[in-house]
């Protein structure tokens, strides 16, 4: 990992320097390896805080709908799933596509700290990544995990590829992997609906609405929200009913569906670890199922799947019997 | 003091989103033609099927109403040519994610109801409200806040 930090600090630098672009997105080193967080880098002296590790897991496609409308262009690293929120939002004529230098970098998954953590090692201070065996230094010495265990949910069934660059830096690939990432959504449909009921009430009750899950959510950059509307009574007051949480998680994944690209940037960042992508996943198959394999962010053109249509759609009854595709 | 001993017998509240070019006239014939259905069902008249978003569903539920069911003019008749086709999609998915949310899935509906069906749409209704009738109170997706006292 740190010959390919190195690579990409050094294509910064030469980026920066040859006044090719303005600025570069890239992450930015916290007080520990584990609390990375994106930031931009406007110079070569800023560059110093430049990081690419274990803990890069977040999604910087949605800062280039800003920083795309600034002078100058932007350079951005995206690993592999950031590169189909890119297209989505180019494809919504979110970014501007001819201000973005795109350099795709490679991504083996990203480790997730709550995880490490949880096994109950605290105050790391390095990580190292031999195959599947991921090496943590902590204050109280070196442990091995077994890597499967502590990635990203988002990257544990994760089989996706670059989709748009300009420019890569990939020194190692990523293995061939076959899994099924609807396995979860399965195993839920397979439940009755009292189950199913009590699952997602136990689920969704435990959410804050803090409304982290929609301020990383590439496909939630509407212009107007009215999230963002203070006036709407909607934010700051405590919940009444139970109801309320089912309302807006059932409402935001509607609002995506056809458009969220699978990045589980949601599941990510959500505090309470409410397994949100399961939500935008049944979207997704269901849209696979009923209208044909359909991947949003594949390409920046052509129509999502709940602005288009055929004359033999199936009916909406036809849904529980089976009938689909 | 006497007890109480008589149960108040379930009467659903069902909304039923209607079209205006098709399935309210087809309302309307039903009632000319003197046919009956239960007077329980709410008719909201929408311009097209396609106007009601998936929220007017949500909300419905979650002011109380404990089936939602859509009424539009068949596929390829639709007054604005293409509306229809986009609720089928549209709606298609609602269902199915409510019923993964584990909303009862006879809760919702979806029928396409002509200008000419009243005898139709009487039977879609009739048939409808039996089915939530036999569901019982929708107690998954309500807001407790509406529901009186109990």
Same mark, same amino acid.
């Given at each position: ?16 320097? #040859? ?16 609390? $990375? ?6 110079? $070569? ?7 690419? %590790? ?15 409308? =600034? ?15 890119? %297209? ?10 001819? %201000? ?19 096994? #109950? ?7 190292? $990544? ?29 089989? =996706? ?96 569906? #056809? ?20 939500? %935008? ?37 036809? $849904? ?6 | ?150």
């Amino acid at each position: 990992m740190k010959d390919v930090e190195l690579k990409m600090l050094e294509r910064a630098k030469a980026l920066l320097e #040859g006044g090719e672009v303005a600025r570069v997105i890239g992450w930015k080193k916290g007080d520990f390896c584990y609390d $990375v967080s994106p930031a931009s880098f406007e110079t $070569v002296e800023e560059l110093d805080g430049f990081v690419y %590790n274990w803990f890069c897991g977040a999604n910087l496609s949605k800062y280039l709908i800003e920083m795309s409308k =600034k002078e100058g262009k932007t350079a951005v690293f995206l690993k592999p799933c950031d590169t189909y929120s890119f %297209n989505q939002l180019v494809k919504e004529h979110r970014i501007k596509r001819e %201000n973005v230098y795109v350099i795709a970098v490679e991504c083996l998954g990203k480790l997730d700290a709550e995880k490490i953590k949880a096994k #109950g090692i605290s105050l790391i201070t390095d990580v190292e $990544v031999v195959d599947k065996d991921v090496k943590v230094t902590s204050a109280y010495g070196v442990e091995t995990l077994y890597k499967p265990d502590v990635v990203l949910t988002k990257c544990e069934t994760c089989q =996706k590829t670059h989709q748009v660059k300009d420019e890569e830096i990939i020194l190692h690939e990523r293995p061939e992997r076959d899994v099924d990432r609807f396995a979860e959504v399965a195993k839920l449909e397979a439940m009755t609906e009292e189950e199913r009921f009590a699952f997602w009430r136990s689920q969704l009750s435990k959410c804050i609405r803090c409304n982290a899950c929609r301020n990383v959510c590439p496909a939630c950059s509407c212009v107007k929200c009215v999230f963002d509307n203070p006036a709407s009574g909607i934010a700051a007051k405590a919940n009444d009913s139970d109801f309320e949480e089912s309302m807006f998680h059932i409402i935001r994944a509607f609002h995506v569906a #056809g458009r969220c690209t699978d990045c589980g940037e949601c599941s990510r960042v959500c505090p309470q670890n409410i397994p949100l992508h399961l939500l %935008n996943r049944k979207f997704i198959k269901d849209i696979d199922n009923f209208y044909g394999e359909y991947q949003a962010g594949e390409t920046a053109e052509g129509k999502t799947p709940l602005t288009s249509y055929t004359e033999g759609d199936i009916e909406a009854k036809d $849904v529980f019997n089976g009938e689909a595709k | 003091m006497q007890e109480v001993t008589e149960k108040k017998e379930f009467t659903p509240t069902i909304v039923a989103f209607c079209c205006n070019w098709c399935s309210y006239a087809g309302a309307d014939l039903a009632g000319s033609s003197r046919l009956t259905y239960p007077a329980n069902v709410k008719i909201i008249r929408v311009p097209c099927s396609c106007r009601v978003n998936p929220s007017f569903v949500l909300k419905a539920f979650q002011q109380g109403a404990d089936g939602v069911i859509l009424c539009g003019c068949h596929p390829g008749d639709c007054h604005y040519v293409t509306g229809n086709y986009y609720t089928r999609r549209r709606m298609a998915l609602l269902y199915s994610f409510l019923n993964y949310m584990g909303i009862e899935k006879d809760r919702t509906c979806i029928e396409w109801v002509s200008a000419a069906e009243g005898a139709k749409f009487a039977a879609v209704m009739n048939d409808f409200v039996k089915k939530v009738t036999d569901l019982g109170e929708n107690k998954r997706l309500t807001d407790l806040r509406v529901k009186e006292g109990e």
